[in-house]
């Protein structure tokens, strides 16, 4: 086997996505593009420990323990595991027709081999089947017979700390046979195409589907501002509308039958403007002073560590809240935890105590911030009562400026991000170290995790990013509902 140019399951399943990315990925495997960055480091992470910990349910194996790099030792290690007669192999490792595939678990069966492979999701997806039939039809030329094969996910109704039920394992053997018969002539078409020049493919669906392509800046052309494609929930019409000589929205005529945030955000466009339409005061109205201004930060752990938890439930464990007083001026309330462990107690008390004294609890795309204080309220039940009404004052601005208001910086985006940069420029995020809300979670993972070290400078240092990082959200929500109140006086 070629170890340079030959073929594993991942990088058949690039492969079967799309001929240049995986030629890109085996010629230039140092590209920049594929450094993982923290977001995709973290998910790597997630991933191998969800495998690690599946090997408890399928109990009794030996693992093929190998740098992932030594081959040789892997596949030795393998066979000579096979033929001690181990029942249960982790990490099984096997070559055919120049196609390396390491199996999660490989169980002996008195009839042949159960393939089965562990994923970190929580639902079985299409994209898993072809997955696992490179895998059994690499195992079976291998010769071994394989006889049935499984996905191993997680389920979503284990509830910690009883973990027994943390897998479901999903009969795929059908599915998979069903992909089998074209897996040698997929094989050869990889090989071919590596063995030559970069080949050319058209952009398009696959592009993103069913993952996102890290060489896209590569082939996708750079698009003016304000192309078709960032018409609010319209870039699947954006390649009709090329077609039809439709580049960016300036070109676009009245009567093209846009959605009704569309043909406003056509109009702010083509005007240079923002334009407020209908009754944004009478909108605007259900927002009562005072106002509390809310945003939460949570942690999300595929295993659940905490009583009452899921895989991949979100816990709030941070807050910021800014509050109006009668004088004008604002309170601002936050908190974040110092050291590991469950912060949902402490969070949940001073989240009542923040949001007390007001008539209106402002949160941005506020069906986030509801399920998190639904999800308090049912696993801290000394303070459900408060935050049910907490929950009851809550007022989202998010569905009354889709409705209502459009700037031509929004750029095709309702995100609170997109529109204070609009509608408070001066209030941007470019200056934290802390920037986006994926950030933060890890961060806090970081914080309340077991393995955390607190009282650590990098800890110390983190606490605060995520402070700056959360107040610059409400502060965001403070300015934005400014603004929203000066625009309604002007229309």
């Known amino acids: 086997m070629s170890r340079t140019h030959g073929l594993s399951k991942s990088r058949f399943i690039y492969g079967m996505q799309c001929h240049k990315q995986l030629w890109w990925r085996v010629h230039e495997p140092d590209a920049q593009e594929l450094e993982p960055d923290i977001s995709r480091q973290a998910i790597f992470d997630q991933g191998e420990r969800v495998g690690v910990l599946a090997r408890e349910y399928v109990p009794g194996g030996v693992l093929i323990d190998r740098p992932y790099d030594d081959y040789e030792g892997r596949l030795a290690d393998t066979q ?57 039809h690499t195992v079976r030329r291998a010769g071994l017979a394989v006889t049935a094969a499984e996905v191993m996910v997680l389920n979503r109704a284990c509830t910690y700390p009883d973990l027994s039920n ?78 039809q000589g439709y580049r960016t929205i300036y070109d676009l005529p009245d009567g093209l039958g846009l959605n009704s945030a569309a043909e406003r955000q056509r109009r702010a466009v083509q005007a240079g403007r923002v334009i407020v339409e209908g009754d944004l005061a009478a909108a605007l109205e259900q927002f009562r002073g005072p106002l509390a201004f809310l945003d939460l930060e949570t942690v999300s752990f595929a295993i659940p560590i905490w009583d009452g938890c899921h895989p991949y439930d979100g816990v709030a464990a941070q807050f910021s809240c800014h509050l109006e007083r009668a004088s004008g001026e604002l309170d601002h309330f936050e908190w974040v935890p110092d050291a590991p462990g469950d912060p949902r107690a402490e969070i949940a008390g001073r989240i009542v105590a923040a949001c007390d004294g007001a008539s209106t609890v402002v949160a941005y ?15 801290v039940p000394g303070q459900s009562a408060a935050l049910q009404d907490v929950i009851a004052r809550l007022a989202d601005p998010l569905p009354i400026i889709r409705e209502h208001v459009y700037h031509p910086d929004f750029g095709g985006s309702f995100s609170l991000k997109s529109v204070v940069g609009a509608l408070a420029p001066e209030l941007g995020y470019a200056d934290l170290e802390i920037q986006e809300g994926e950030g933060a979670s890890r961060a806090l993972a970081e914080i309340v995790a077991p393995s955390a070290e607190p009282g650590s400078a990098d800890q110390a240092r983190r606490r605060e990013a995520l402070l700056r990082y959360c107040e610059r959200d409400t502060l965001a929500m403070v300015r934005v509902m400014e603004r929203l109140r000066e625009l309604a006086v002007v229309a």
């Open 365 to 379: 795309n506020a069906g986030f911030e509801k399920r998190c204080l639904e999800f308090l309220a049912a696993t």
């Open 166 to 243: 943390l897998f479901v394992r999903y009969a795929v053997t059908a599915a998979v046979e069903e992909r089998i018969a074209v897996i040698p002539m997929q094989v050869d078409l990889q090989l071919a195409m590596l063995a030559g020049p970069q080949p050319e493919v058209s952009i398009g669906p696959h592009c993103g589907s069913p993952y996102a392509c890290p060489f896209m800046a590569r082939c996708w052309p750079p698009v003016p501002e304000h192309h078709v494609s960032t018409l609010i929930y319209m870039k699947r019409r954006a390649p009709a509308l090329e077609a």
């Open 80 to 136: 000579a595991a096979i033929d001690a007669g181990v029942q249960v192999i982790y990490e099984a490792s096997l070559v055919a027709d120049s196609v390396f595939v390491a199996v999660d678990i490989l169980v002996r069966e008195p009839l042949g081999w159960r393939v089965i492979e562990v994923k970190s999701a929580t639902k079985l997806k299409e994209q898993y089947l072809s997955d696992v039939a490179v895998q059994v």
